[in-house]
């Protein structure tokens, strides 16, 4: 009977769709693995076909071919350690999450998953069925049970296996980032190890899909709640991890524990890394955006030069007569700062020929929001047309509380292909961008130091599009705004609960009121990354047509 396991860790980034390249990308961890004399491999949930599927994996030929591809994968990696890897598996009419367990060019074992999430960003009900309880596998005479990322935050699927024999649960998973969410699944999986008492692998993934970023941070429990191997977030690793049997029975021998950063640069690298990888899995190398002189479309172009360099970012400055000096002046500073081409595009003549084209129509009426929005309209036409001639996506700016009330122009500032802070609340914006100047890291791209003028931080919100204007003519300032959407939209309050932590209730209505009329705009709004759980888009699905206003 051995008396150690070896098992790597392969913390990796799928892409959805991606059946070859995510099956390369397991075959090199395997080779890496046989080199390091590994009994096991092992890949997180649903790795061959990339996470989250959505509908896509209901698709027959699609299901087909991941199964294929984890067969093929399987008869690869034949002679060498045991492969785990998770994908889709088909039984008579039924399917299912599964996790698979290769060795010697088959399948050894199939593990389904129980407990299908069916909240937030996951609508696996509707995907998958639901498997009975499974018990645990055999790798070179180690029995491993395997509840499936979910499964785990349940106490049944682990006390199965355990019950059935598991000497050590390993537990893939799928996981997205949301901001503090580590301690959640800590605090999940030191139930499972004190209620088995067995050690416990959580293996994660990483990288971007969509909305949602896979923050890695895997990590190993030992009985009692331990932690005896911590993985750093955000970045692809490979780490193996040795148990030894005890008379205890099994334990990890203590490894490398890295220290995770604090929220707010986690909440920078997921906005990085939502990027980038939006970027390189949907084709574009390039992007563009419009540079207004303010503290949203600045922190824009300071991530989007970390993600992918300052010369694959262009800044555009689309000046009209309201475009103060301190503006025009503060764009250029932000791009010279970052390093990032600079284009300075005057819509002056452009509105005077819409405006011309439209007086017949608008003859004996009064200039209003409509002549407003022609401006934010009139640059999202511009920046639309460079994105097409010059095959670079446009990034659009607008922070969670400009998305919460509407206060954006629809096919005007909204337009663009991705928000890099579309779930980022104004009052955090300023956080962030005083952290990015007196912070930079290895995977920063941009330089180092002051890249966003205090200027640009201190002054007043203003959109321009009218003499003297400021975002508080509209609004209330962005600290009571923030703390009235924190508690609608984050906590799901209500009007009363909003009076209660001592608002004006009239704020509270206006602020609500705002919110629901402007669903129809978030229904079109360009994806961005999930830094809470309450994001705008699978977090809070809401009618774009509603009557009912809270009355209390």
Not at 515 to 536: M, N, T, V
Request: charged residues 25%; proline residues 6%.
């Amino acid at each position: 009977m051995a008396d150690r396991f070896r098992l790597m860790l392969a913390q990796l980034n799928p892409t959805v769709g991606d059946l070859e390249g995510n099956a390369s990308q397991a075959r090199d961890a395997w080779e890496a693995a046989k080199i390091e004399g590994a009994d096991m491999i092992a890949l997180p949930e649903m790795f061959i076909t990339g996470y989250n599927t959505q509908d896509l994996v209901l698709k027959p030929a699609f299901y087909t071919d991941a199964i294929e591809s984890v067969r093929k994968l399987a008869a690869d990696c034949a002679d060498g350690p045991a492969l785990a890897i998770g994908g889709p598996w088909i039984e008579g009419t039924e399917l299912y999450n599964a996790y698979f367990i290769c060795q010697g060019g088959k399948f050894t074992a199939i593990n389904l998953k129980t407990h299908l999430p069916n909240t937030t960003v996951f609508d696996e009900v509707r995907l998958f069925t639901p498997a009975p309880l499974n018990g645990p596998y055999s790798v070179n005479g180690v029995r491993i049970g395997s509840p499936i990322c979910e499964d785990a935050w349940y106490e049944d699927v682990a006390e199965t296996m355990a019950e059935t024999g598991a000497e050590i649960l390993l537990v893939p998973n799928g996981s997205p980032y949301f901001r503090d969410k580590m301690v959640v699944r800590l605090n999940h999986m030191v139930a499972r190890v004190v209620e088995t008492g067995l050690p416990l692998v959580y293996l994660n993934m990483t990288g971007g899909q969509d909305d949602q970023v896979f923050d890695g941070g895997s990590f190993v429990l030992n009985p009692g709640g331990e932690l005896a191997v911590q993985m750093p977030v955000l970045d692809d690793a490979l780490t193996l991890v040795e148990f030894e049997r005890t008379d205890a029975g099994w334990r990890a021998i203590p490894g490398k524990v890295h220290t995770h950063p604090d929220a707010m640069e986690q909440d920078y690298n997921v906005m990085v890394t939502g990027l980038r990888d939006y970027c390189r899995k949907t084709g574009f190398g390039k992007v563009l955006l419009g540079l207004s002189g303010g503290i949203d479309s600045a922190i824009v172009a300071t991530i989007a030069a970390d993600a992918l360099g300052p010369e694959n970012v262009r800044c555009v400055m689309l000046p009209s007569e309201y475009t103060s000096q301190a503006s025009l002046d503060d764009a250029r500073e932000v791009a010279e700062n970052l390093g990032c081409r600079y284009d300075f595009v005057p819509i002056t003549e452009g509105r005077q020929a819409i405006t011309s084209t439209l007086a017949p129509l608008f003859e004996g009426t009064e200039p209003d929001l409509t002549e407003e929005n022609i401006q934010s309209r009139l640059r999202g036409l511009l920046l639309m047309a460079l994105s097409n001639k010059f095959g670079e996506m446009l990034l659009t700016t607008g922070n969670k509380s400009e998305v919460a009330v509407g206060y954006a122009t629809i096919y005007g500032d909204m337009a663009g292909g991705y928000n890099p802070i579309k779930d980022m609340y104004k009052t955090r914006v300023f956080d962030c961008c005083r952290w990015r100047n007196e912070n930079h890291r290895d995977w920063m791209k941009a330089p180092a130091g002051e890249v966003i003028p205090p200027r640009v931080i201190d002054k007043p919100p203003s959109a321009e599009l009218r003499e003297d204007q400021k975002d508080s003519d509209s609004l209330p300032d962005y600290p009571v705004l923030d703390a009235i959407l924190q508690i609608l939209v984050d906590a799901d309050g209500s009007i009363e609960d909003c009076v209660a932590a001592g608002f004006d209730r009239a704020d509270a209505k206006k602020v609500e009121h705002l919110l629901y009329i402007s669903e129809y705009k978030r229904f079109q709004s360009a994806p961005g990354p999930r830094l809470s759980p309450r994001a705008f888009w699978l977090d809070r699905r809401y009618p774009v047509v509603n009557h009912w206003r809270d009355q209390s």
